[in-house]
C-alpha cells in the first residue's frame, strides 16, 4: 500500500487580509495569488495564519494572530467554539451572520437562477441559543481521551469533539452532555452506542439511543435511572427507524408541537423529520401563509409536506388542501395528524416527487395556490410540472439557496412566474445553513 505523502507545510505564520467568507464560515483571502481558506478570519480582518494543508487549487490554514479584528467579531459563548464543527459563526455578531445569509440568498439567485426578487423580505429572527429541538449526537469510547465524548463532529474531521455542554441545543439537553458522557461511560456497553437521537417537543424530550447490542439488565437500570433523575424519557434503537421502542412503560412519550395560530397540534416521532427550531418555525408558518394568502374558495396543493407542518394551518383557512410526501410513513402520520385535529378538508398521498407523477390522480386535477418545502436536493422537476396546475401563486420554502435559485429561474423563464419576494429564516442561528421563503406570481 502506497504511503500518503507528507505535505512540506511553511513553519512560520503567513499575514494576510480577509477578503470574504465561504460557504462554510472560513474567511478568503489570496496568498500570492492562491485562494486560502482560513479558519476563524473575517472578512476585513488582518491576520496572521499557519498552513493546514495545501491543495492544487486552494490551501487551508488556521488564524495563528488576530491583527487588526473586524467590527462585527464578537466572543464566541461557547468553549468548544473553533474545534467543534456544531457551529461556525459564533465569532461573528448576529446581525452580521443574517446580513451574510441574506447576501448568499441573493447571490445564489442572481448566479444560479439569472434572477432578483422585486422586494427583499426581512429576515425572521429568533432565539439565539437553546433553540436546537432535533439533533443527532456522536458518541465514541476514546480510551486515550480518558472516557466516552458524546457531541458534534471536529471541523473537517469524523472524530468526536470534546465537550462538557452545548449552548444551541435545548437545555434540558445541552446543559446535559457532561452527564451523558458519565453515563454512557458507565455502561457495560459503552462501545455499542454509537449515537444519540436528540427530539424535543412542546412537553417531552426523548433521546434515542442506537445500541448495536442488546442492553444487559444493569445497562437499563442504569440508563432509567438517568430518565428518572433528569425527566428525559430514554427510547433505543436496535435496528432501523422503525426499531425505536421506550425503554419502560413511562418512556412510552407522545412528542407535540403546537401551532396555537391555527389550533393545531402536531404528534411526530423522535425520528421523524421536523424543523429544529420552535419558535422560528411558528413564525415560517405564519409568514408562508401570509405569503400565499389562502381563502376559503382555494384549493391549495402542500408538497414536500412532511407530517403536516404547513397543511394543517392551510387547512383552517382553505376550502380545501393536498399534502403530498415521498415518505408513506410521514404520510399516514400526517393523515393521522390531521384526524386527531379534526380536520377533514386535508387529503395526503405518497408519491416519488422526483419522477414521474403526471398519472397521479391528484396530479390531474388544479390548485390555486401551491406551497413547497424541498429537501437540499430542490424541486426541479416538480417546478417543470407547476404551471399545468395552474396555480397563479407559489410559496417555495428551501434549505438550500443554491438549489432555489435553480429552481426559481426554471419557474420564471418555462413557468412565467414571476420572483416576487424572497427572504431569510434565521433557523440556525450561528451556522452558515440558509433557510429562505420565495413568493412566485403568475402575471395574469
Known amino acids: 500500500m502506497a504511503r500518503k505523502r507528507k ?3 511553511p513553519l512560520d505564520p503567513v499575514e494576510t487580509v480577509v477578503e470574504d467568507l465561504s460557504h462554510d464560515g472560513r474567511g478568503v483571502a489570496h496568498v500570492e495569488g492562491k485562494t486560502v481558506f482560513i479558519q476563524g478570519a473575517l ?25 487588526e479584528a473586524a467590527a462585527e467579531r464578537v466572543e464566541p459563548r461557547c468553549l468548544h467554539f473553533g474545534s467543534c464543527g456544531g457551529c461556525s459563526l459564533q465569532h461573528l455578531a448576529p446581525e452580521a451572520q443574517r446580513a451574510r445569509k441574506e447576501q448568499t440568498l441573493l447571490s445564489n439567485l442572481r448566479h444560479f437562477g439569472d434572477v432578483a426578487p422585486e422586494t427583499v423580505l426581512p429576515p425572521l429572527t429568533g432565539p439565539l441559543w437553546g433553540y436546537r429541538r432535533k439533533a443527532r449526537l456522536g458518541v465514541r469510547h476514546v480510551a486515550k481521551k480518558g472516557g466516552v465524548l458524546v457531541g458534534f463532529r471536529e471541523k473537517g474531521s469524523s472524530f468526536i469533539t470534546e ?25 457495560d456497553a459503552r462501545d455499542a452506542i454509537p449515537q444519540i437521537e436528540v427530539a424535543a417537543g412542546d412537553e417531552h424530550t426523548v433521546l434515542v439511543f442506537r445500541n448495536m447490542v442488546p442492553l444487559g439488565e444493569a445497562d437499563r437500570a442504569r440508563l432509567a435511572g438517568f430518565g428518572a433523575a433528569t425527566g ?9 427507524p422503525e426499531s425505536v421502542h421506550p425503554l419502560g412503560p413511562g418512556d412510552a412519550v407522545a412528542l407535540t408541537y403546537r401551532l396555537p395560530a391555527y389550533d393545531v397540534e402536531v404528534l411526530f416521532r423522535p425520528t ?12 415560517m408558518v405564519d ?17 414536500f ?3 403536516g407542518n404547513f397543511t ?11 399534502g403530498v410526501e415521498g415518505d408513506a410513513g410521514m404520510v399516514a402520520r400526517a393523515g393521522g395528524n390531521a384526524q386527531r385535529n379534526g380536520i377533514a378538508n386535508a387529503e395526503f398521498h405518497a408519491a416519488d416527487l422526483a419522477g414521474d407523477f403526471s398519472a397521479e390522480p391528484w396530479a390531474r386535477a388544479g390548485f390555486h395556490k401551491v406551497l413547497l418545502d424541498p429537501p437540499r436536493t430542490g424541486a426541479l422537476e416538480m417546478v417543470r410540472h407547476l404551471p399545468a396546475f395552474g396555480a397563479g401563486r407559489v410559496v417555495y420554502v428551501s434549505c438550500n439557496p443554491a438549489t432555489l435559485a435553480r429552481d426559481a429561474g426554471v419557474l420564471v423563464r418555462e413557468g412565467g412566474y414571476r420572483l416576487v419576494s424572497a427572504g431569510i429564516m434565521d433557523m440556525f442561528p450561528h451556522t452558515t445553513h440558509v433557510e429562505s421563503i420565495a413568493l412566485f406570481e403568475k402575471p395574469w
Open 305 to 307: 409536506c412532511g407530517l
Open 163 to 187: 465537550i462538557g455542554a452545548c449552548p444551541v441545543l435545548v437545555p434540558q439537553v445541552g446543559e446535559r452532555i457532561g452527564e451523558l458522557r458519565a453515563l454512557i461511560g458507565s455502561l
Open 272 to 283: 421523524d423529520f421536523a424543523q429544529v427550531n420552535a419558535e422560528i418555525n411558528l413564525a
Open 287 to 303: 409568514h408562508a401563509l401570509a405569503l400565499l394568502e389562502p381563502s376559503a374558495e382555494d384549493r391549495i396543493l402542500d408538497l
Open 232 to 240: 428525559l424519557h430514554i427510547q433505543l434503537q436496535p435496528a432501523g
Open 312 to 322: 394543517l394551518p392551510l387547512a383552517r383557512r382553505c376550502g380545501a388542501v393536498v
Open 7 to 9: 505535505q512540506n507545510l
Open 43 to 67: 472578512p476585513g480582518e488582518r491576520v496572521s495564519f499557519t498552513y493546514r494543508r495545501r491543495r492544487g487549487r486552494f490551501d487551508e490554514g488556521v488564524v495563528h494572530t488576530l491583527i
